[in-house]
């Protein structure tokens, strides 16, 4: 048996949520990336306390959906509960391609309706987000003023000093919960420890809470940014 993949490039429907304005000038731009089983528009609303009317959020929605719950399960379910992921390990190289094409189409049509507007950019990700971010970034023309990397960490692939050249002198925050166990305090220590290594600076904000967009933490990071 002889067994060839072949693969085609195909148009499709992709779908992101915004809180703020859309047009005119926003004094920041917001991309935020959602975490693995999340969908965007649940994610979305953690960050309505920053919907002042200066900033316009915009957070895209993964590409694959799938049901979260077992088939035996969703049977009882009047309406079944349903996530989205940025990708899996199966053709991983070509989900990467995809949804860092997708992110900058997002960006483009975003920052179109903004012309002559020059809010500082901030590109956040929550948990599988944050690679999300990290390998767009490495590939995208975009120029982000500040990344957040929250509750997630670097993709292992990428060497991080050809990757922070990349950034264009964004400034690299790390959140973390000081419970997460997931993104465990351990991991995260790690993590810092790599990027000190490879001489690639960062601010490292830790709060008292697990796997999750702490409202309080997230106030004080968004101050931060208003402040620099």
Known sequence: MSLTPHAIVVPRTARYYTLGPTHGFPRELWIICHGYGQLADRFIQQFA?????TRLIVAPEALSRYY????????HQ?????GATWMTREDRDAEIVDYVRYLDLVAAEVRHHLAGASPRIVVLGFSQG???????????ELRADQLVLWSGSIPPELDLAAWAARLHGASITLVAGESDELATPAAIATEAERLSVAGVGFTLQRFGGGHTIDPAALEALAASFAGS
């Open 68 to 75: 979260l719950d077992p088939i035996p399960e969703r049977t």
């Open 78 to 82: 009047r309406k079944p509960r349903v």
């Open 49 to 53: 306390r920053l919907d002042d009317g």
């Open 130 to 140: 944050t690679a999300t971010v990290c390998r767009w970034l490495a590939a995208s």
